[in-house]
């Protein structure tokens, strides 16, 4: 794991292939996602490595219910007992309520691939024992919930990649927490910079294109993206490189 500083209060840790987000401020610890059931130590060690105690987790947030931002809430459910949010309609998908996610043949698919072959034996170990996670403590986050949480966010809505995805604003210190919206990176993806995820992760694309190209308006000045390092915001060139995309 590494962890950078991104903002005063904001911590980015990067996993195995996935970010988490830390917000400390005097009043606790908000966590954004919780990486893969194999990240599950690190998310906790990275709580401790950022000078805070288990204990002063308020609140995690989902961006998203797929296993790789899912992974740790079991066990900071046991060990911490702290609420769970997510976007309303994301509350269905974190309760298996239904699931979209890569299918079988879209796993398959990547091992024609070097680089799939690696990403498909990474993420294989990373949800070794806990493919059926599911959160049923989950509820949907309402926005005065969120404001006064450490971090004072703001929930964007943002369907596509899942259909309840759900991004979060720290407006007062221009943090942009996308989730997998917009990401700068991933195993599977040949360039860095501000991108979708390969199609087979999106529940629905279009929705996903134009989700991100919304996105690109926000008034922001750091990207922390599911995956990919966190950049700063230039929501006109993450535009125009979302556009060159279609040509
Ligand atoms: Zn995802």
């Known amino acids: 794991m590494k962890i950078d500083q991104v903002s005063d209060s904001v911590h980015v840790v990067a996993g195995t292939n996935v970010n988490w987000a830390l917000i400390s401020d005097g009043s606790g610890i908000t966590v954004i996602d919780a990486g893969y059931p194999a990240d599950a130590a690190d998310v906790l060690g990275s709580i401790r490595q950022i000078g805070g105690r288990l ?3 308020r609140a995690v947030l989902i961006t998203h219910a797929h296993l790789d931002h899912i ?21 269905r998908h974190a309760k298996r309520e239904y699931l979209q996610q890569i299918t079988p043949t879209g796993m398959l698919k ?4 070097e680089r799939g072959r690696r990403w498909v034996a990474h993420t294989l170990r990373a ?9 049923p403590q ?12 450490p971090g004072g966010l703001v929930a964007i809505p943002t369907p596509g990649h ?15 927490f996308s989730g997998d919206a917009l990401v700068t990176g991933h195993p599977l993806l040949p360039h860095v910079g501000p991108q979708l995820l390969p199609a087979v992760f999106n529940h629905d694309e279009a929705l996903t ?3 991100a190209t919304n996105l690109a308006r926000v008034h922001a000045h750091t990207l922390v993206p599911g995956h990919g390092v966190p950049s700063s915001f230039d929501g006109p ?3 125009a490189a979302l556009a060159a995309t279609t040509e």
């Not at 990547?110 to 691939?113: A, D, E, I, V």
């Not at 989950?138 to 949480?149: D, G, H, K, Q």
């Not at 899942?162 to 942009?176: D, F, K, N």
């Open 55 to 57: 204990a002063d987790v």
């Open 71 to 91: 992974g740790a809430i079991p066990a900071l459910i046991e060990q911490v007992g702290m609420p769970v949010y997510t976007g309303t309609e994301e509350v």
């Open 110 to 113: 990547q091992l024609t691939t």
């Open 127 to 135: 949800v070794h024992g806990h493919i059926g996670t599911a959160i």
């Open 138 to 149: 989950v509820e949907a986050v309402e926005p005065a919930i969120l404001a006064a949480l």
């Open 162 to 176: 899942t259909s309840g995805h759900t991004a979060y604003l720290h407006p007062t210190e221009g943090v942009l």
């Open 209 to 211: 294109f134009d989700t």
């Open 237 to 239: 060139s993450i535009a």
